[in-house]
T-cell receptor
Framework: GAGVSQTPSNKVTEKGKYVELRCDPI?????LYWYRQSLGQGPEFLIYFQGTGAADDSGLPNDRFFAVRPEGSVSTLKIQRTERGDSAVYLCASRQAGGPTDTQYFGPGTRLTVL | EDQVTQSPEALRLQEGESSSLNCSYTVSGLRGLFWYRQDPGKGPEFLFT???AGEEKEKERLKATLTKKESFLHITAPKPEDSATYLCAVKPNFGNEKLTFGTGTRLTIIP
């Protein structure tokens, strides 16, 4: 595709529910990243995939958060037992690993609201 | 721990009034410094990557520069459409893929 796409664009859920957020990276990009952005803050790193494997998940805040990328393309961020503090914009980015630049290209984000 | 501090937090300029945004950083070996533009409700849009001190890059009314401790984003004769939040991020060396972002500078250009 032309750019990183994320679905849904908005998600409203109730405290304690389970949510899944989807990311489609730029075609051919093997590196995929998830970040979380709270109001008035810069994005904060959550997890990085190289291919199908999570190469760095040091930013996941706790074990309620989990992400997968089973075929090395689309990724899903899963949040169990959501809490109000999980409300934020979840951003996905991708990069052509091994390419000439280190630039990460971001999608439009999913705005998650936990009531 | 890597740190990025951006100043000012917010800046209001008249159309055509040039200025600079600052990004100060501490990182354990810099692989690259990145500037992004973010419009309300959108994801960050890539502007520049700088890799070494002394490097400069330009795009339309924007020019980014890099020293060993900070980066500047110079905006020349800005237009209202340049209004956005400008984010700075660093990537360290040694195989660490994580970008560390500052909190951004919210730029408003008044017609």
């Amino acid at each position: 595709g032309a750019g990183v796409s994320q679905t849904p664009s908005n998600k409203v859920t109730e405290k304690g529910k389970y949510v899944e957020l989807r990311c489609d990276p730029i075609s051919g990009h093997t590196a995929l990243y998830w970040y979380r952005q709270s109001l008035g803050q810069g994005p904060e790193f959550l997890i990085y995939f190289q291919g199908t494997g999570a190469a760095d998940d040091s930013g996941l805040p706790n074990d309620r958060f989990f992400a997968v990328r089973p075929e090395g393309s689309v990724s899903t961020l899963k949040i169990q037992r959501t809490e109000r503090g999980d409300s934020a914009v979840y951003l996905c980015a991708s990069r052509q690993a091994g390419g000439p630049t280190d630039t990460q290209y971001f999608g439009p984000g999913t705005r998650l609201t936990v009531l | 721990e890597d740190q990025v501090t951006q100043s000012p937090e917010a800046l209001r300029l008249q159309e055509g009034e040039s200025s600079s945004l600052n990004c100060s950083y501490t990182v354990s070996g810099l692989r690259g410094l990145f500037w992004y533009r973010q419009d309300p409700g959108k994801g960050p849009e890539f502007l520049f990557t700088l890799y070494s001190a002394g490097e400069e890059k330009e795009k339309e009314r924007l020019k980014a520069t890099l020293t060993k401790k900070e980066s500047f984003l110079h905006i020349t004769a800005p237009k209202p459409e340049d209004s956005a939040t400008y984010l700075c991020a660093v990537k360290p060396n040694f195989g660490n893929e994580k970008l560390t972002f500052g909190t951004g500078t919210r730029l408003t250009i008044i017609p």
